[in-house]
């Protein structure tokens, strides 16, 4: 099974629509971050959490909440979804034990908005 | 401010040559630098860190990167490539000047390797 597992993988809704994407992980991090991927422009933060009481926004967080439930659950949500959040988005984790570790990613879950 | 740049957007090389994607970064103070990889529907993978010491770090699938600080650049080298590391490059810096440690990324390269 993978470390860092996104759901849903795909998933196409239509305007106004509420979306959460959920993501879990078994490797025992406490930081987990939300990014999103567009061709050309690399991947943008959009939420970040260092632990079960602490959330921060990324660079493009409007429109988007995220709440870390448990140690090993961050979700992601669009309260009213818009076509321009059409993207790949992805889940990390990374370990607190040194400021140099590296990030660990899920498969990514690919929305479309409609 | 912090910014990652990859000046190509595709990077086109032949099964057995030596290979080179790009990266220069602006950052205060010391940097650490990485490079991820990834694959079609695949989640973006660690390739390999700089942190201090060697400027030449070796990382995963023979992949080396060589850190110049007075070009500020962050080179992902092979010595020889092969079809199966066609995939989507990114360069990465850590913020730490902030102290959020927040990574920033590049917009991404992607390699061609042709048989």
């Known amino acids: 099974d993978a470390d860092v597992t996104q759901t849903p993988r795909n998933r196409i809704t239509k305007t106004g629509k509420r979306i959460m994407l959920e993501c879990s992980q078994t490797k025992g991090h406490d930081r987990m971050y939300w990014y999103r991927q567009d061709p050309g422009l690399g991947l943008r933060l959009i939420y970040y959490?260092?632990?079960?009481?602490?959330?921060n926004k990324g660079e493009i967080s409007d429109g988007y909440s995220v709440s870390r439930q448990a140690q090993a659950k961050f979700s992601l949500s669009l309260e009213s979804a818009i076509p321009n959040q059409t993207a790949l988005y992805f889940c990390a984790t990374q370990s607190p034990s040194t400021e140099t570790g590296e990030l660990f990613f899920g498969e990514g879950s690919r929305l479309t908005v409609l | 401010a912090q910014s990652v740049a990859q000046p190509e957007d595709q990077v086109n090389v032949a099964e057995g040559n030596p290979l080179t994607v790009k990266c220069t970064y602006s950052?205060?103070?010391?940097?650490?630098l990485f490079w991820y990889v990834q694959y079609p529907n695949r989640g973006l993978q660690f390739l390999l860190k700089?942190?201090?010491?060697?400027?030449l770090v070796k990382g995963s699938y023979g992949f080396e990167a060589e850190f110049n600080k007075s070009q500020t650049s962050f080179h992902l080298k092979k010595p020889s490539a092969l079809v199966s590391d066609s995939a989507l490059y990114f360069c990465a810096v850590r913020d730490k000047q902030t102290g959020t440690y927040k990574y920033i990324f590049g917009t991404g390269t992607r390699l061609k390797v042709l048989a």
């Open positions: 950052v205060s103070g010391n940097p650490y």
């Open positions: 959490s260092f632990d079960v009481k602490d959330i």
């Open positions: 700089y942190i201090t010491g060697d400027n």
